[in-house]
């Protein structure tokens, strides 16, 4: 428990924005105001390197502030979509030149192994800065680490090494910015850029969600003042 609070605390740390680090001391974050304090959805689009622009599915949940300002949102990711020809012809070049291949003159293209479908489940931990403008929206920006589940799936390489090579487990990070505004007494509307890097994956997205927020709740959606309740 203490490793994960660190690492809590330390992913926290990669949102803050420099003005922010000066302002306040480490000795100002604590776990005083981490709880559950909401729960929510958002729907969005991405655009991969790789494979085809899709939508995304999010489900994330608001777990209060680690410190004065940062807030921290895990979330947990669904998308699916089809590899582009031009990196299944990539891929066919690769496995073209392995040796059994070239001893057996036979010579692949992306079209005999396509079509091929990427899914993507992925978990989140967003640490997020969070500022209230004089409008009462609240504008935030931060990075998030997450490990994505990724799947390759098509008929031509069910069941070979090609899908193998495919289904991994990847670390992202991410850098994102938002905005939230409260619509109803317990209801926030949000939304959000991001950019992802995952190995040699990087995808730019956009995602529009809602917010429902835990009795007790609705009317505190500001940070909280350092060494105080929100």
Known sequence: MRNMRRGVLALALLALLPAAARAQSLADYD????????????????????????????????????????????????????????????????????????????????????????????????AQYVVTTPSGVLAYGGAGLGVHLLRGQGAAIQGTFVQDLLDSFAPAVTLLGGAEYRVGERLRVSGELRLTAMGDVQYAGIRLGGMIMAPGHRDTPAPPPAGGKP
């Open 31 to 126: 776990y005083t105001n981490l709880e559950f304090r909401g729960a929510g959805a958002a729907l969005g689009y991405i655009w991969p390197t790789k494979v085809a622009a899709t939508p995304v599915l999010s489900l994330r949940a608001d777990l209060g502030y680690l410190g004065p300002g940062v807030r921290i949102v895990p979330s947990l990711s669904y998308w699916s979509s089809d590899f582009r020809r031009s990196e299944l012809d990539r891929l066919a070049t690769r496995i073209d030149a392995l040796p059994a291949l070239r001893q057996a003159n036979v010579t692949l293209t992306g079209a005999d192994l396509g079509p091929v479908r990427w899914r993507d489940l992925a978990l989140d931990v967003d």
